[in-house]
């Protein structure tokens, strides 16, 4: 490694991408630390290192003019040979894609503190014709103190040239899965595209999944055209209401009906902060992970998937006598007693009681039409339930679905047997048989 890239000391290496290689330098002029992210121009290529000196010059030239606290700044630019480098702020903190695993995500008011900035700096970007084509996890970098920074505007469309001239407007850039339906059909680009993206990004960083998943590209592609997302609520039912529609707008289709600036983006999500408790969410999340961790439902799970039904069911505390499930109802509730017991019965006679670790509700769950509700449910005893919603868990990864499946199923299977010893004990005497059996075999032809 060169110890200087131009007149700057390199430190160390931050990162290495499939065009280019980012390190931590020092500026001999003012002293401070900068990035520098190095472009080598391979010879062996002429078509490929055209391409990425146009991106270099775009990310130069769209970065000099926009001066804003959430987008990364550009402090020189120098093309050689067979090599180029940006020198941008240094940012000490890490990407967004260290937030998106459903085990790893933030407290949703720090989400939306975070996606509130992006959008009044896209709202900047927008207001000098920039338009970054390419807003994902990867290109949002946050400090510790929840700043946002976006980077990478190598594939941004400067919307104050022509963009049937301009060389560095090229149809179908960015990351599929963040893409807009209208970048997916290569239809001219405004800045709604990158509101449509940073939605998906927020919808994400919500739930732990993306709006669209699917086994390949054109599947995906299909959906994202064609197909409405889930409802964020539905995936996380502990985010308030109000997230509902303005996720809705902002992955609107329609452009007409998708939000038409960053800053209307950023009002809505404004309203919606009143709804959010500031307590330390993350340390609760992690004290409710290693409760169900003890149990026994829960101890063939994998942490992820732990996690994952973390944020697709709500915590509920409950008074002696309270009913949780009543015959003759029609819905789909079910869940795991955490703390406490809880009595079941049938048209006013009791069936069984169960404690801590044990699934109630979920042979209507199970049961693919059939609804009505054929056993009632009340508490003994002050009660912590872990209430799963239905919805959520039919949209969420076919690892979690497959877990509970299999789950419940053996928990009705030992509960079947028990019923069946309890039964035995009250039925007449058995017939019984004489050896094993006679065993015939045909005779050869």
Same mark, same amino acid.
């Given at each position: 490694? *060169? ?5 700057? &000391? ?19 002029? /003012? ?23 146009? !991106? ?11 001066? @804003? ?9 120098? =093309? ?23 085990? #790893? !995500? ?53 919307? @104050?040239?022509?963009?049937? =001239? ?30 449509? /993206? ?50 809705? &707008?902002?992955?609107? &289709? ?8 960053? *800053?209307?983006? *950023?009002?809505?999500? /404004? ?16 004290? @409710? ?40 109802? #029609? ?7 955490? &703390?406490?017991? =809880? ?53 969420? /990864? ?27 004990? !009250? ?15 045909? *005779?050869?032809?």
């Amino acid at each position: 490694m *060169a110890e200087r890239i131009g007149k700057y &000391k390199i430190i160390r290496p931050l990162g290495k991408g499939a065009t280019a290689t980012v390190y931590l330098a020092q500026d001999p002029d /003012s002293q401070r630390e900068v990035a520098v992210k190095l472009i080598r121009f391979g010879g062996e290529n002429a078509a490929v290192s055209r391409r990425l000196r146009k !991106l270099f010059q775009t990310e130069s030239s769209v970065g000099r003019r926009l001066d @804003h606290p959430n987008i990364v700044k550009i402090y020189d630019a120098a =093309v050689e040979d067979d090599q180029a480098y940006i020198v941008m702020e240094y940012v000490d903190g890490t990407s967004l894609e260290q937030f998106c695993a459903i085990n #790893k !995500l933030l407290p949703m008011h720090r989400v939306i503190g975070i996606i509130f900035k992006c959008c009044l700096a896209l709202d900047h970007a927008f207001r000098q014709g920039v338009v970054h084509r390419d807003i994902k996890p990867a290109n949002i970098l946050i400090d510790a103190d929840d700043n946002p920074k976006i980077t990478d505007f190598g594939l941004a469309l400067n919307l @104050h040239k022509n963009a049937h =001239v301009d060389s560095t407007f090229v149809m179908g850039v960015g990351s599929p899965a963040y893409m807009s339906p209208e970048q997916i059909k290569d239809y001219p680009l405004n800045q709604k595209t990158d509101l449509y /993206s940073l939605g998906v990004l927020l919808f994400q960083l919500l739930t732990g999944r993306l709006p669209f998943r699917a086994q390949n590209q054109g599947a995906l592609v299909y959906k994202i055209v064609n197909m409405d997302a889930p409802s964020v609520c539905a995936l996380n039912p502990n985010l308030p209401a109000g997230l509902e529609p303005i996720l809705k &707008k902002a992955l609107e &289709k329609d452009l007409y009906n998708r939000y038409r600036n960053g *800053a209307a983006f *950023a009002k809505d999500l /404004s309203t919606v902060r009143y709804q959010m408790y500031d307590e330390n969410a993350a340390a609760q999340d992690t004290s @409710h992970f290693e409760i169900l961790r003890q149990l026994p439902f829960f101890r063939d799970f994998e942490d992820i998937e732990l996690w994952e039904v973390l944020r697709i069911s709500v915590w509920r505390e409950f008074s002696e006598k309270v009913a949780l499930i009543r015959e003759g109802d #029609k819905n789909r509730i079910f869940g795991v007693i955490v &703390k406490g017991f =809880v009595e079941v019965s049938i048209d006013g006679r009791s069936l069984c009681r169960l404690g801590s670790g044990e699934v109630v509700g979920e042979m209507t769950f199970l049961h693919p039409t059939e609804t009505t509700r054929m056993a009632t449910v009340v508490t003994l005893e002050p009660t912590r339930f872990l209430e799963i919603n239905s919805a959520a868990l039919e949209l969420s /990864s076919d690892e979690v679905q497959e877990r509970f499946r299999k789950t419940l199923m053996i928990r009705m299977l030992e509960r079947l047997r028990g019923a069946n010893q309890a039964l035995a004990k !009250l039925g007449p005497p058995a017939v019984q048989g004489r050896g094993t059996g006679t065993v015939l075999e045909l *005779a050869p032809p």
